[in-house]
C-alpha cells in the first residue's frame, strides 16, 4: 500500500508539473503571434500617416502649379501692356483690354483656388501631424509590448527548464509501471488523474463498481476507472477527530488533493 500509495502521490505531482509545462508552451508559443498581431495594427498608422502626407503633398503641388500659371499670366499681361502701347485704333485698343482683362479673372481665379487650398492645407497639415504623433505612439508601445514579450518568454523557458528538471527527478523516484501507465492516459487527456469520491468517478462522473471501489480505497495497485480510463485516487474524509491518525491522505498532512 505504501508504494502504491507513494507512486500516486508522485504521479499527481507529475500531473502538475506537466499541466503547468503545457500552459507554459503555450504561453511561449502564443507570445510571437500576440507581437505580431500589434505589429500588424502599426502598419494601418503607417497606412494613415502616408495617406495624409499624400493629400497634403498633392495639396502643394497643385498650389505651386498655380503660382506658376499667375506668374505666366502676369507675363502675358505685361506683353499685352506693351502691345497696347502701340495700338493705331480705339478698336485695337479695346481689344488689348478685353483680353488684359480675361487674363486678370484668370489670374483672379488661380489666386481663389490657391487661398482654398492653403486653407485646407493647415487641417491636412495638422492630420498629417497627428498622425505621425499616433504612429509614434502605437511604435513605443509595440516596443514596450515586445519587451515584455521576450522577457516573460525568457522566464517561461526558465520556469519550464525547472519543471522539466523536477520531472526528470520525480520520474527516477516512481515505479515504471506506475508511470507507463500515467503516460498512457496522459496522451489522450491531460488530467490523467481522477479522485474517487461516494463511489463515483470526479471527472467523467460515472459510478464505480462496489468492489473496484474497495480495491481503490485499499490502494494496493494502481487502478483505472473503467469509463475514462483515468487513474483513481482516493482521499480519506478528514475529521477532526481523525486528523493525523487515520490512513494517510494523498498531499500529505490531512489535506484534500484538488484535482480540479
Ligand atoms: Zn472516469
Redesign the pocket.
Known amino acids: 500500500m505504501k508504494d502504491v500509495l507513494r507512486d500516486l502521490e508522485l504521479i499527481v505531482r507529475l500531473q502538475g508539473l506537466d499541466l503547468r509545462a503545457a500552459e507554459l508552451r503555450k504561453e511561449i508559443a502564443a507570445l510571437p503571434k500576440e507581437v505580431a498581431l500589434i505589429e500588424k495594427a502599426l502598419d494601418a498608422h503607417q497606412r494613415k500617416l502616408n495617406g495624409d502626407r499624400a493629400v497634403l503633398a498633392s495639396n502643394q503641388k497643385e498650389r505651386r502649379q498655380l503660382d506658376g500659371d499667375v506668374q505666366v499670366h502676369q507675363q502675358k499681361i505685361s506683353k499685352l501692356r506693351d502691345q497696347m502701347s502701340g495700338a493705331k485704333t480705339n478698336e485695337q485698343f479695346r481689344a488689348f483690354q478685353n483680353e488684359i482683362n480675361f487674363v486678370e479673372q484668370q489670374i483672379k481665379k488661380c489666386e481663389d483656388r490657391s487661398i482654398e487650398l492653403m486653407l485646407e492645407s493647415e487641417a491636412l497639415d495638422q492630420n498629417a501631424k497627428l498622425s505621425e504623433a499616433a504612429l509614434k505612439q502605437q511604435r513605443e508601445k509595440v516596443e514596450h509590448r515586445k519587451a515584455e514579450a521576450r522577457e516573460r518568454t525568457l522566464a517561461d523557458q526558465k520556469q519550464l527548464a525547472e519543471l522539466l528538471a523536477e520531472r526528470k527527478l520525480i520520474c527516477t523516484e516512481i515505479s515504471a509501471a506506475a508511470l507507463g501507465t500515467y503516460e498512457r492516459v496522459a496522451r489522450k487527456s491531460p488530467n490523467a488523474v481522477?479522485e474517487a469520491s461516494n463511489g463515483r468517478?470526479t471527472?467523467?462522473?460515472?459510478e464505480i463498481r462496489p468492489q473496484l471501489y474497495q480495491d481503490v480505497k485499499k490502494c494496493e495497485r494502481i487502478i483505472q476507472?473503467e469509463?475514462?480510463?483515468?487513474i483513481?485516487h482516493y482521499n480519506p474524509p478528514v475529521a477532526f477527530d481523525q486528523a493525523g491518525s487515520g490512513p494517510p491522505a494523498l498531499g500529505g498532512s490531512g489535506t484534500r488533493v484538488d484535482m480540479t
Open positions: 481522477s468517478c471527472v467523467c462522473r460515472l476507472c469509463n475514462c480510463r483515468r483513481l
